[in-house]
């Protein structure tokens, strides 16, 4: 028998992975797919946040991460508006999963740990280093880059290619 066949429905590990995912990119899935190793349940979740001012919707978004996660059966899509620590309670889940890309990204994360974890003690936060050759990688970067028409195509999936030049109509060239 294996461990999680030996697990009671206690016990089960749900994790959820909250970000932006404006747009979902190669770092983003690669942190999904190690996630989904190693928890019973990943909840892929997309922070509905009202201050910024996303280029894809939180619905664009969820569809864009549920299409390029469709292969991962353990892995959910959802979003949310409220406190994580909230919403971890609501789904039941108990680990929250951080990717770090920099010793930058690690202080802030560290205080948002630390915060969730005095909100509610029973909540866990593991950090999952990315994978060097996409530790350069942001949404902010992708986003830059295909509005000036650049290529995308080894940066995100490409459903999230598709997306972006759907967003950004290519600039006309004005040297006349």
Do not use: C, W
Request: no cysteine; glycine share 4%; net charge negative.
């Amino acid at each position: 028998m294996s461990p999680q066949q030996a697990r009671t429905e206690h016990e089960f590990r749900i994790a959820v992975y909250p970000g932006s995912f404006d747009p979902v990119t190669f770092g983003h899935l690669d942190i999904i797919r190690r996630a989904a190793k190693q928890f019973d349940r990943v909840i892929v979740a997309v922070l509905n946040n009202t201050v910024k001012s996303p280029l894809f919707s939180v619905e664009e978004r969820k569809e864009l991460l549920a299409e390029v996660t469709r292969d991962l059966p353990n892995v959910e899509i959802d979003s949310f508006r409220d406190l994580l620590v909230r919403y971890m309670r609501s789904r039941q889940a108990q680990v929250i999963v951080r990717g770090i890309r920099s010793v930058t990204d690690f202080e802030y994360e560290l205080q948002m740990a630390s915060t969730n974890r005095q909100l509610d003690e029973g909540i866990e936060t593991v950090f999952m280093m990315t994978n060097p050759k996409y530790s350069y990688l942001s949404s902010s970067i992708v986003k830059e880059i295909a509005k000036f028409n650049g290529p995308v195509q080894d940066l995100v999936p490409p459903a999230v290619e598709v997306a972006l030049q759907g967003k950004y109509v290519p600039p006309n060239d004005s040297t006349t």
